[in-house]
């Protein structure tokens, strides 16, 4: 099964959750519940003490506000990107968010990319 075949509808019901969680878990610094929904590719990749200082010392990540604008879709090979508009509660200024899914072996929906820039 390939995600990009799904419809957006289909897609942003799996893709909002899953953003919100991210958000909810990073503003809490709550590393086991954050990576939670990771694909194994993308847990055998993380530096877990950059992730580790992230959620310590960053205050974009800790402080990220929890409404956001879904600003669409991008499907490519066997990926699709969720792109958000992101602010924080501390900081001024906006920052693009993208969370990367797609399908793992047991045909779960799995994060494959997450990040904020």
């Known amino acids: 099964m390939n995600i990009i ?13 899953m953003w919100d969680d991210l958000i909810k878990y990073s503003n809490a610094g709550e590393y086991g519940k954050f990576i939670e929904n990771f694909s194994y590719e ?10 580790g200082k992230q ?3 960053s205050e974009l990540t800790r402080n990220l506000d929890p409404k956001y604008d ?26 693009l968010g993208r969370l990367v899914l ?11 990319g997450a990040s904020i820039f």
């Open 102 to 112: 797609g399908y793992n072996k047991e045909g779960e929906i799995k994060i494959y």
């Open 5 to 17: 075949e799904s419809s957006d509808d289909e897609i942003l019901a799996v893709a909002h959750p």
């Open 70 to 95: 879904f600003l669409g879709l991008i499907r490519r090979n066997a990926h699709v990107s969720a792109l958000y508009r992101m602010r924080s509660t501390k900081k001024e200024g906006e920052w």
């Open 55 to 57: 959620f310590a010392k």
């Open 42 to 51: 993308m847990l055998f990749g993380l530096n877990e003490v950059e992730i």
